[in-house]
């Protein structure tokens, strides 16, 4: 009796076995694509992950005796979604006839078809191991066996590499977390030396102001770099907030006032193609930071200034009071 195919196929088991003992990641999913189209003698073989619960990517791919990468599968109405949900599915031959709309076995022109659903540890699906042949795929029930305890050991990896990548993950966010604490502790170490230095400045302003004649042109200018060294100052405490060395400090604004502000900071920053033409019908007072509001104000101008740079055009900022009336209903 001519016994050679039979030690053929115990050797091709026996190597396909081994294949997945000693490799991991990459080199495991690689090595078993491969060794299952030699030893199934078919035409695909396919690890892929399961994405968005819709579609399947491929981690390794052998086609043709050719590496496939960046594979994307469709489930819908597929032999894989079959594998997918009832474990495991097994068509020996004529699949187009339960499948004639599938694109890959179209383009493939396939014939036969094997897949095991790829499980992690608590029975949730994470993937899929499949094979597709031209022609017909007879397996027998202990290479089905075999074919199951591949997949469990490919779901293993894969769980594994899962918990890698959520490891990796979890530790960049807490080398971000710990660059921004130490951002912040800079950050507050800066603005407590530029606020000793905008004391002096305030301080001196303060007592060159008793110094100068009331009125006079020098008076105003004094005043305008005492309100800039407040507004600086403000925005250290902001600084200081965003450090989590202070409290955000909220009070009483005139928002009217605020806009006066920022007019006269905007018409210096853009082109003179651009006429500033605010309009202020109240005065109400709101609870707010004047530095955060300030800088709403700066942004929403600043924006609107690049939109018109090329041509030109009219910049209206106004502010007005609205009622807000009570609905009677909870329809909206």
Not at 95 to 123: C, Q, T
Not at 161 to 174: P, V
Not at 241 to 259: G, N
Request: aromatic share 4%.
């Amino acid at each position: 009796i001519d016994i050679s195919e039979t030690k053929q196929i115990e050797l091709d088991t026996q190597a396909l076995v081994e294949s997945t003992i000693g490799a991991t990641g990459m080199e495991l999913f690689d090595g078993i694509v491969k060794k299952l189209c030699q030893w199934l003698e078919c035409d695909c073989t396919l690890i892929g992950e399961i994405v968005q619960n819709d579609r399947i990517q491929s981690i390794a791919m052998m086609q043709d005796g050719s590496r496939v990468n960046s594979f994307q599968y469709q489930l819908g109405k597929s032999p894989c979604r079959n594998s997918i949900r009832n474990r495991y599915f097994y068509c020996p031959d004529k699949i187009m006839d339960y499948f004639p709309d599938d694109i890959w076995l179209n383009k493939l022109s396939a014939n036969a078809y094997i897949g095991v659903a790829l499980e992690d540890r608590s029975g949730k699906n994470i993937g899929i191991l499949c094979c597709l042949s031209r022609n017909r795929l007879t397996i027998s029930q202990r290479n089905k066996s075999i074919l199951r305890i591949i997949a469990a050991r490919v779901s293993g990896e894969l769980e594994r590499m899962k918990s890698e990548r959520e490891k990796h993950r979890l530790e960049a966010r807490l080398r971000q977390s710990q660059k921004m604490e130490a951002i912040g502790t800079l950050a507050g170490g800066i603005a407590h030396d530029f606020n000793n230095i905008l004391s002096a400045i305030i301080g001196f302003g303060e007592l060159a102001l008793r110094e100068v004649e009331p009125g006079s042109s020098i008076e105003d200018d004094i005043q305008e770099i005492l309100i800039g060294g407040k507004r600086a100052k403000e925005l250290v405490n902001q600084i200081l907030t965003y450090a989590r060395q202070s409290e955000e400090e909220r009070m009483p604004i005139q928002m009217s006032e605020i806009l006066k502000e920022t007019t006269k900071l905007i018409r210096s920053s853009i082109p003179s193609t651009i006429t500033i033409r605010p309009k202020i019908e109240s005065h109400a007072m709101v609870m707010g930071n004047p530095v955060q509001m300030q800088q709403i104000l700066m942004n929403l101008c600043t924006n609107a200034a690049q939109a018109m740079s090329d041509s030109g055009g009219t910049l209206c900022l106004e502010i007005t009071d609205i009622e807000i009336k009570e609905k009677k209903d909870d329809s909206w």
